[in-house]
């Protein structure tokens, strides 16, 4: 069973131009995080995904980014008019679905991440 | 709503001394704890984990017990070594209608030769 699978690795983009940044789950999950991570700094979450759904995008700049995730293939997070500030590590995790148990918790499971260079 | 507090980095160390690592956290339910690590320039591993109230993760010399009465997951460590130097990350997860994870902010550790 493959790990969550991101691409691309590295990334270089002019100012102004776009990223695409992919992230393939974990076979049989259908949730998807994306975080960023400033040099030194934590992990802050972006965006929750569940299959078409956006869950939670409570920590998606209004502008210039979003995510997706259909219902085949994988989910991608796009920053438009990358500015230097965009210059970050993206990590993706997914987890599978709890449905309605409760009786059961499961960790997330992380991708290599995207390490984005904007020049 | 549900969060997870831990102590700031960074953490430094020499090699051989005990480390702690704390966490406490806020949640509504009954969450799952985690404690991930993420080694320079790779992405977050899981390190140890508790499902219910007294469980105690272990995993690779550290561990970490599940205290509902506190609210806490703090990690530890007898005897840390250099190759432990890293960003550690406490988390939570509960089976709520998002099933979202919620991750502390994140802790640098530094071992000292």
């Known amino acids: 069973n493959a790990g969550v699978m991101q691409n691309p690795r590295h990334l270089v983009r002019r100012r102004g131009q776009e990223a695409r940044l992919r992230c393939s789950p974990m076979k049989g999950h259908s949730h998807v995080y994306w975080y960023r991570q400033l040099p030194e700094e934590g992990l802050k979450f972006m965006v929750y995904l569940q299959k078409e759904n956006i869950i939670d995008e409570s920590g998606m700049p209004k502008e210039r980014f979003s995510a997706e995730f259909p219902k085949e293939g994988p989910s991608i997070l796009r920053i438009q008019q990358v500015v230097r500030g965009d210059s970050a590590a993206y990590f993706c995790a997914s987890s599978p679905s709890l449905g309605r148990r409760t009786d059961v918790n499961t960790e997330a499971f992380f991708g290599q991440g995207t390490r984005l260079t904007v020049v | 709503g549900d969060s997870v507090t831990q102590m700031e980095g960074p953490v430094t160390l020499s090699e051989e001394a005990f480390l702690t690592i704390n966490c406490t956290y806020t949640?509504?339910?009954?969450?799952?704890l985690f404690w991930y690590v993420q080694y320079p320039g790779e992405g977050l591993q899981l390190l140890l984990k508790a499902t219910k109230a007294d469980d105690k993760g272990s995993n690779k010399g550290f561990e970490a017990t599940y205290r509902k009465e506190t609210t806490s997951f703090h990690l530890e460590k007898g005897s840390v070594q250099v190759s432990d130097s890293a960003v550690y990350f406490c988390?939570?997860?509960?089976?709520?209608?998002?099933?979202?994870?919620?991750f502390g902010k994140g802790t640098r550790l530094h071992i000292l030769p």
């Open positions: 988390a939570l997860s509960t089976a709520n209608r998002d099933d979202k994870i919620i």
């Open positions: 949640a509504t339910g009954y969450p799952s």
